[in-house]
């Protein structure tokens, strides 16, 4: 490889990039063919999109069902590569009674660095007796965010202790409505920055939005009766065990953070699915649901299970919940776009109440697999074909290999190859 043929790649156009990949990793025509055939997402659209673009990377596009979320039924789209998890959130939908929200105004956090002043904790006061100066006008600056209902909400501030001395952090809050918030939120933080200094004698360094949303979390709420709990293990079980069962799991996570990590990345599993199907910033949004997991507490599960008076199973999310109906990747990304449709929302906050929805939903599905068959049962069912296809079955050899390990309960790249085997030889 030259590294000299990569100086100002990206002045080139995708093709020429494209070309170059090829002839510098000594690219199979077959492999040529991934980089160059252009799927649903045009490349003209993915160069605007990031830096440096040779291809797009497709990730499968599936359907969770059975979603009845504030009395409105709901299909929601999932992207992601993990087997198992689509059908898990699905049925744990199903199993349940409805699932009911509350999801707070979407109001996001800019954070405003000040440093080397001569006094903050004097620096501070000043600033925030001209709060309400300050926020009236701010309303200047998006007169359209404005128009729709959002704009600055409210300004607060504390002085940081550091080794490099003390610190000034303003939080800018500001109701963004429909959007994810961060231009708007950036955009005020700058122009504000000037009368900032001056009432604080100090430097303004970081304006930056944060991704610990704590004025922008929506909860969940849902019911897992007795009766279908009992239905979707076929009675291995009583309904009434699988309650006591899904209670330990959750009693584990609570009590370790080992647990607890994997425990919520059960949740983000179709919370990631759901925002990055809808063009949002999973990435974001995952940062904010650690993080909030850990706010002001040690380390916790954004779930939490109990029973109710008829000894039924209640489950219970509550977690920051940032997304976006408008703005970003959701108008340039035309998948982002059909996912948005086949949703039919119409706000951030809705969007937001199918979140936490998914959230709970698939998080009571993994506990459930957990606590009774095992993990490993159901995820390796739906692995099976994939298996299949890597051991290298084709067409109907793929449904037969598949079957012939779940029935054998030894679904393994090993097995699969020897059934391969097996069948090519009758």
Same mark, same amino acid.
Request: proline letters at 4%; aromatic letters at 6%.
């Given at each position: 490889?030259?590294?000299?043929?990569?100086?100002?790649?990206?002045?080139?156009?995708?093709?020429?990039?494209?070309?170059?990949?090829?002839?510098?990793?000594? #690219?199979?025509?077959?492999?040529?063919?991934?980089?160059?055939?252009?799927?649903?997402?045009?490349?003209?659209?993915?160069?605007?999109?990031?830096?440096?673009?040779?291809?797009?990377?497709? #990730?499968?596009?599936?359907?969770?069902?059975?979603?009845?979320?504030?009395?409105?039924? @709901?299909?929601?789209?999932?992207?992601?590569?993990?087997?198992?998890?689509? %059908?898990?959130?699905?049925? $744990?939908?199903?199993?349940?009674?409805?699932?009911?929200?509350?999801?707070?105004?979407?109001?996001?956090?800019?954070?405003?660095q000040?440093?080397?002043?001569?006094?903050?904790?004097?620096?501070?006061?000043?600033?925030?007796?001209?709060?309400?100066?300050?926020?009236?006008?701010l309303?200047?600056?998006?007169?359209?965010?404005?128009k729709?209902?959002?704009?600055?909400?409210?300004?607060?501030?504390?002085v940081?202790?550091?080794?490099?001395?003390d610190?000034?952090?303003?939080?800018?809050?500001?109701?963004?409505?429909?959007?994810?918030?961060?231009?708007?939120?950036?955009?005020?933080?700058?122009?504000?920055?000037?009368?900032?200094?001056?009432?604080?004698?100090?430097?303004?360094?970081?304006?930056?939005?944060?991704?610990?949303?704590?004025?922008?979390?929506?909860? $969940?709420?849902?019911?897992?009766?007795?009766?279908?709990?009992?239905?979707?293990?076929?009675?291995? @079980?009583?309904?009434?065990?699988?309650?006591?069962?899904? &209670?330990?799991?959750?009693?584990? %996570?609570? $009590?370790?953070?080992?647990?607890?990590?994997?425990h919520?990345?059960?949740?983000?599993?179709?919370?990631?699915?759901?925002?990055?199907?809808?063009?949002?910033?999973?990435?974001?949004?995952?940062?904010?649901?650690?993080? @909030?997991?850990?706010?002001?507490?040690?380390?916790?599960?954004?779930?939490?299970?109990?029973?109710?008076?008829?000894?039924?199973?209640?489950?219970?999310?509550?977690?920051?919940?940032?997304?976006?109906?408008?703005?970003?990747?959701?108008k340039?990304?035309?998948?982002?776009?059909?996912?948005?449709?086949?949703?039919?929302?119409?706000?951030?906050?809705?969007?937001?109440?199918?979140?936490?929805?998914?959230?709970?939903?698939?998080?009571? =599905?993994?506990l459930?697999?957990?606590?009774?068959?095992?993990?490993?049962?159901?995820?390796?069912? &739906?692995?099976?074909?994939?298996?299949?296809?890597?051991?290298?079955?084709?067409?109907?050899?793929?449904?037969?290999? =598949?079957?012939?390990?779940?029935?054998?309960?030894?679904?393994?790249?090993?097995? =699969?190859?020897?059934?391969?085997?097996?069948?090519?030889?009758?």
């Open positions: 490889m030259s590294k000299a043929v990569f100086d100002g790649f990206y002045k080139k156009s995708v093709k020429e990039r494209q070309e170059i990949i090829a002839k510098e990793f000594n #690219l199979t025509p077959q492999e040529k063919d991934l980089l160059t055939k252009e799927g649903p997402l045009p490349f003209e659209v993915a160069n605007r999109m990031i830096e440096n673009v040779i291809g797009t990377f497709p #990730l499968p596009l599936g359907l969770a069902t059975n979603f009845l979320i504030d009395g409105k039924e @709901y299909i929601v789209p999932f992207v992601l590569e993990e087997p198992s998890v689509v %059908a898990a959130a699905s049925n $744990a939908a199903k199993l349940s009674s409805g699932f009911t929200t509350k999801v707070d105004e979407p109001i996001m956090i800019g954070q405003i000040i440093v080397n002043c001569k006094n903050a904790k004097e620096g501070l006061e000043k600033i925030l007796t001209k709060k309400e100066e300050l926020i009236e006008g309303k200047n600056i998006d007169p359209i965010l404005v729709f209902g959002g704009g600055p909400r409210d300004l607060t501030g504390e940081l202790k550091t080794p490099r001395g610190m000034i952090v303003i939080h800018l809050l500001v109701d963004v409505r429909d959007a994810m918030g961060s231009n708007a939120i950036n955009t005020m933080a700058e122009k504000i920055t000037p009368e900032l200094e001056k009432l604080s004698g100090g430097e303004v360094r970081l304006r930056i939005v944060s991704n610990l949303a704590i004025h922008r979390k929506a909860k $969940a709420t849902t019911t897992w009766t007795k009766e279908k709990l009992e239905e979707s293990v076929k009675g291995e @079980y009583k309904g009434s065990e699988v309650v006591e069962r899904i &209670l330990d799991a959750f009693e584990f %996570a609570a $009590a370790t953070q080992f647990r607890a990590t994997t919520n990345k059960g949740i983000m599993n179709g919370v990631d699915a759901l925002t990055i199907a809808t063009g949002n910033d999973f990435r974001g949004v995952e940062a904010g649901a650690h993080s @909030y997991a850990a706010y002001k507490r040690t380390y916790a599960p954004l779930t939490k299970y109990y029973k109710n008076k008829n000894g039924d199973l209640v489950g219970e999310i509550e977690m920051p919940m940032v997304l976006a109906t408008i703005g970003g990747t959701m340039s990304n035309p998948l982002a776009q059909l996912s948005l449709k086949i949703l039919g929302v119409k706000t951030s906050k809705e969007l937001a109440s199918i979140g936490a929805a998914v959230g709970l939903a698939q998080n009571m =599905a993994a459930r697999a957990l606590a009774t068959e095992g993990i490993q049962l159901g995820h390796m069912k &739906l692995h099976s074909k994939s298996l299949a296809v890597q051991s290298g079955a084709k067409g109907e050899e793929i449904d037969i290999v =598949a079957q012939k390990m779940v029935e054998a309960k030894e679904v393994t790249q090993i097995n =699969a190859e020897k059934i391969l085997q097996q069948i090519r030889k009758k």
